[in-house]
């Protein structure tokens, strides 16, 4: 399982995120995702731990807690829906040859 992060700064890196969550157990990975276009940290991350018990002890510890001038929001990590239902932004009104 892992770990949603948000209401992250911008200037967080992995190892300041890693540093915060080994004070409650073993961090397997952590995962900051980026903008495409800007290169930009988008706000918010993912953390695996060893056990769910240490994910436990952190999600309880850590949501809510202020760290570099923002309140975190940390709770277990929902798998990501696949919106079919979205359109693809790169076909909408524009031309395209292979049709």
């Known amino acids: 399982m ?4 948000g209401n ?5 890196t992995e190892d300041d995120l890693r540093e915060v969550f080994q004070e409650y157990g ?3 990975r952590v995962y900051l995702p980026t903008d495409r276009e800007s290169g930009r940290m988008r706000g918010f991350g993912f953390v695996e731990m060893e056990t769910e018990e240490e994910e436990d002890n952190a999600i ?3 949501d809510g807690a202020s760290w570099m001038g923002r309140n975190m929001k940390v709770n277990k990590a929902r798998p990501r829906e696949n919106n079919n ?4 932004r790169r076909r909408s009104g524009a031309f395209n040859p292979m049709v």
């Open 85 to 88: 239902n979205r359109p693809n």
């Open 26 to 28: 073993s961090v397997k």
């Open 2 to 5: 892992s770990i949603y992060v």
């Open 8 to 12: 992250l700064s911008y200037e967080v």
């Open 60 to 62: 309880e510890t850590l």
